[in-house]
DNA sequence: CGTGCGTGTTACTAGCGGTAACCTGAGTCT
DNA sequence: AGACTCAGGTTACCGCTAGTAACACGCACG
């Protein structure tokens, strides 16, 4: 009877934290990162004391928040990847699934790649070097594996594979980022400079007439 | 008269505030991007609304850090840029000058990266995508600049430049943070791993024997 | 009946960014 | 001399935040 009651309240529970999440959700939708805690738990119709007990801190309930959005599109981009194509084919429908993603959503983006970063709370460790979103980390190692579990290298493959994962990645990140703020050309052909560039036309381009060469 | 006076006081007030921005960088680089405004008027011997009359407010005194560091490592960059050797020799010596700048300071590199970004003062403005570090924008537009004007790579060359110039600084700056947090091999091997990148050695690669290809 | 226990609230602390109001001393005009 | 201006500085405050302690209701169990 101990086990049944505790699996109840634990069901009970769990509801209450999906719910929660789901308030938070609408609040960060609508304000961006700058949500308060204040601001989720009245949307959630409680007080803070419960979203404490809860999540721990703001960091906690920020980072189940985070996973939520970030298993999503995970698991989007690990279709995009896995599908049956070319492998320039699959690496454009990757990076266009990122960019329709942020393009999408870019209030969810953002939380996802500042997740409030502040707070006082004495942290005064050196963890500079994690403090990078939890996002771009997981994607960089997710397309780490694939890389290195698809990919002849030769030596010192795994490795090449890490730094490329978290290269290309960065790569999507940032120029996403731009082409989100001044949506300089289509998405279309945004992804297709990107591949371009990771197909080796810098390499290839010649030097312009009279310039020193670059 | 009137002139020399105004000039003298001018003269005191940029003394003044780079004696605050020296005093401010200290705390930074001590305390990392949550430096307080009270911590760095208490270094500085003085008291916050100084601080507020010299630079607005904690934007403007970010900005104008930022600014310094922000030109210093630029002008390494553009250093390296400039060196006279083969493309790929300057590609790689770039790297490697930002990745040794980030290494030798990472609290002022973190700082860089992400500017205070909370805030609550009351600025719901849907500034999404213009949120990256300013740092990483000017690199990204520098860089673009430089491949623009020489490289030749057909119609289209001017925004195949910036997709790149972005993209290529998102790569180094992902790239570098994992490898500042985790150290998985020297300076020298990421540099060249990155160039590799770079020279088109992802689509060259084959695919590895029994697998789907990638 | 009372005793826990989970669920929720109110009321608070400590610290933040930012500001209004005041003080102070040096130079200037009459 | 004495009043007047004005830069430079301080105290004391506001409104906000994250986080917490302490108290109150409802409901099962012995």
Redesign the interface.
């Known amino acids: 009877m101990d086990t049944t009651q505790r699996t109840e309240q634990q069901r009970s529970a769990d509801r209450r934290r999906r719910e929660l999440l789901e308030a938070a959700d609408r609040v960060v939708l609508r304000?961006?990162?700058?949500a308060?805690m204040n601001a989720i738990a009245a949307e959630a119709g409680i007080t803070k004391p419960i979203l404490y007990r809860h999540f721990g801190d703001k960091g906690g309930l920020y980072a189940a928040l985070a996973m939520r959005h970030t298993d999503a599109l995970l698991a989007s981009l690990r279709a995009a990847l896995d599908a049956?194509a070319e492998?320039?084919e699959?690496v454009e429908a990757t990076l266009d699934t990122y960019l329709a993603a942020i393009e999408a959503r870019?209030?969810v983006?953002?939380f996802l790649?500042?997740p409030?970063?502040?707070?006082?709370g004495g942290d005064?460790g050196?963890d500079?070097?994690?403090?990078?979103a939890p996002l771009?980390?997981r994607m960089?190692e997710e397309l780490a594996q694939?890389?290195e579990?698809?990919?002849?290298?030769g030596p010192g493959t795994q490795?090449?594979a890490?730094?490329?994962g978290?290269?290309?990645?960065?790569?999507?990140?940032?120029?996403g980022?731009?082409?989100?703020?001044?949506r300089?050309?289509s998405r279309a052909?945004?992804v297709r400079?990107?591949a371009?560039?990771?197909?080796?036309?810098?390499?290839?381009?010649?030097?312009?007439?009279g310039?020193?060469?670059?």
């Open positions: 304000d961006g990162p700058q308060s049956p492998r320039r699959r870019p209030q983006y953002r790649m500042h409030s970063e502040g707070g006082q005064h050196f500079v070097g994690k403090h990078s771009l980390r960089g694939v890389i579990e698809r990919l002849d290298l490795q090449l890490r730094v490329w978290h290269g290309i990645v960065g790569m999507m990140h940032a120029a980022d731009w082409w989100l703020g001044e300089p050309c052909e945004l400079s990107l371009d560039l990771l197909w080796g036309r810098l390499a290839a381009a010649g030097d312009k007439v310039g020193p060469g670059f």
